[in-house]
């Protein structure tokens, strides 16, 4: 039997799938860019491409502004470098284009606009007519109960104009951001409709397309066992509810070991996407070619295993407290489409049996410390058995909880998607333990202006403090200070050591 052992917990990834030969970027080596690249759609000539570019200085809001419309127009065969879309479509919120009419004279945008320029207090989507001086001012159009409590709305509206599909946090969301639909008939759009368990997990669920004839779903998802942070998948209706739907099968040809989102098959037989591979952390535009398209199947993803593998993972360790080293007794919550629950015992041993192909969070809660959070990617060990053990600090005044999975988009406040299970797991332990007090306290490291780091790492305190009160979390219970990069942890000489220095921890200042 072979067996796997860690100290410290960390997060296991799958081995990367190599993109096929057909994948190419080069087309668009003149749009992509040092700033992240989303929502690439093709207008129906064929002749322009309109994506989403966010953080770029020339953007409405500047560097702060989530994304704007840019366009590259086609010519001798070559993508062009992007310009931006202009203010009639573009402002300070986020900015995507859904789709276009058939003959190109309409474009549809993902969220309502103010007709004095700034942003609209109304949700929706909206509609631009192209006129001979370009694209005209937005008409808002309204979607019975359309509710979005996320930063960000993308999705598609087919070519007939009938389908609205959509990811977003609203009435019935299971996690993060499900999958909803909205359908046109007698010219109004129906109430959203939420697609369902077989689609949507307790994570998220993004970025949603369809096939021409409407039966397939595209959407990229971090709830199911995957390559990477987020992976594509492909499920098939099954009846004309909108909510049955056959299981999601992993887009085994396009996944890496990074996030792949915005998967579109286009009516030239090209399919677009973006992949944060080779691009320093912001998405790239990818493009794969009709005949590099895969039969969909998840046989890359297992073939890093021996035959006659297990289809289960037997993990087993133990729960100490970090300071004795002594064995605790804790409850260990696996989750995953579902949640599975092991406690140890007294002396802190446990074991659990768990499904392989599977990407879980895990929580670890005892009384009298404090909750741990730890991922694990089953499906990229080649092993019977693994062994995991957990060290949790106790619950006293000056205990230092270094939150490592909440991260920000590179010198925004804006948060990464994987962040929130951990916030998560802090908001579970204030509401179990409502006599504690806590300061959040955010760090950067030394590059850059030092006044600007320290101005950042409160702004991004402040962003999480926000969060946990929009949990239910009092104020009153929460402090918060930003010390820019005047309080490293380790030597500021490698990227290394600057990850480390950026991070956010929270320090009990009451028990």
């Known amino acids: 039997m072979r067996k796997y052992s860690v100290a410290i917990v960390i997060s296991f990834f799958f081995a990367t799938t190599a993109l096929g030969q057909n994948i190419v970027s080069v087309p668009f080596k003149l749009v992509n860019s040092?700033?992240?690249?989303?929502?690439?759609?093709?207008?129906?000539?064929?002749?322009?491409?309109?994506?989403?570019?966010?953080?770029?200085?020339?953007?409405?809001?500047?560097?702060?502004d989530l994304g704007d419309i840019w366009i590259s127009l086609k010519v001798n065969n070559q993508w062009t470098a992007p310009v931006h879309g202009g203010s009639a479509i573009n402002d300070a919120a986020y900015n995507a284009v859904l789709g276009f009419s058939p003959d190109g004279s309409q474009l549809?945008?993902?969220?309502?606009?103010?007709?004095?320029?700034?942003?609209?207090?109304?949700?929706?989507?909206?509609a631009s007519r192209k006129t001979d001086f370009g694209w005209s001012i937005p008409e808002n159009i309204s979607v019975p109960y359309f509710l979005n409590r996320s930063e960000f709305l993308n999705g598609m509206i087919n070519s007939e104009e009938t389908i609205f599909i959509f990811s977003a946090d609203s009435y019935g969301t299971r996690g993060v951001e499900d999958i909803y639909v909205s359908?046109?008939?007698?010219?109004?759009?129906?109430?959203?409709?939420?697609?369902?368990?077989?689609?949507?997990?307790?994570?998220?669920?993004?970025?949603?397309?369809?096939s021409a004839d409407g039966k397939t779903i595209y959407f990229s998802s971090n709830g199911r066992q995957g390559l990477g942070g987020f992976d594509v998948y492909s499920s098939t209706r099954l009846d004309d509810t909108w909510t049955s739907w056959s299981e999601p099968v992993n887009v085994a040809s396009v996944n890496s070991e990074a996030r792949d989102l915005f998967y579109r098959v286009e009516s030239d037989g090209l399919t677009l996407f973006t992949t944060t591979r080779n691009s320093d952390g912001y998405g790239d535009i990818r493009a794969l070619a009709d005949s590099a398209r895969l039969p969909l199947d998840t046989s890359r993803i297992v073939d890093t295993r021996q035959r006659g593998a297990s289809s289960r993972l037997s993990v087993y360790g133990?729960?100490?407290?970090?300071?004795?080293?002594?064995?605790?007794?804790?409850?260990?919550?696996?989750?995953?489409?579902?949640?599975?629950?092991?406690s140890s015992a007294r002396d802190g041993k446990f074991s659990i049996e768990v499904a392989r192909e599977r990407s879980y969070t895990i929580e670890i809660q005892a009384a009298g410390y404090v909750n741990l959070f730890e991922r694990l990617n089953s499906g990229a060990l080649n092993v019977s058995s693994l062994e995991l053990n957990f060290k949790l600090q106790p619950i006293e005044v000056g205990t230092v909880v270094n939150l490592k999975n909440i991260l920000f988009y590179m010198g925004t406040t804006s948060l990464l998607e994987e962040s929130y299970p951990e916030l998560d797991v802090v908001v579970d332990f204030l509401k179990s333990n409502p006599k504690i007090e806590i300061q959040l306290e955010g760090h950067t490291d030394n590059r850059g202006d030092a006044k600007k780091n320290v101005i950042l790492s409160q702004q991004r305190v402040d962003r999480i403090k926000n969060y946990l009160v929009a949990k239910g979390i009092p104020a009153r219970k929460i402090k918060g200070k930003g010390f820019g990069g005047s309080k490293p942890i380790a030597a500021n000489d490698t990227e290394e050591a600057r990850k480390l220095n950026r991070r956010v921890e929270f320090v009990i200042v009451k028990d």
């Open 34 to 64: 040092e700033f992240d690249e989303q929502n690439p759609v093709i207008s129906p000539d064929g002749k322009a491409i309109y994506f989403t570019l966010a953080r770029h200085p020339q953007n409405t809001n500047g560097k702060k």
């Open 318 to 342: 133990k729960t100490s407290d970090s300071k004795t080293g002594g064995g605790i007794s804790a409850k260990l919550s696996f989750k995953a489409d579902s949640t599975f629950s092991s």
């Open 108 to 126: 549809f945008l993902s969220n309502h606009f103010s007709k004095n320029g700034g942003i609209a207090s109304t949700q929706g989507i909206s």
């Open 183 to 210: 359908l046109k008939k007698e010219g109004r759009w129906s109430e959203p409709i939420n697609l369902g368990s077989s689609i949507n997990t307790t994570f998220q669920e993004l970025t949603p397309s369809l």
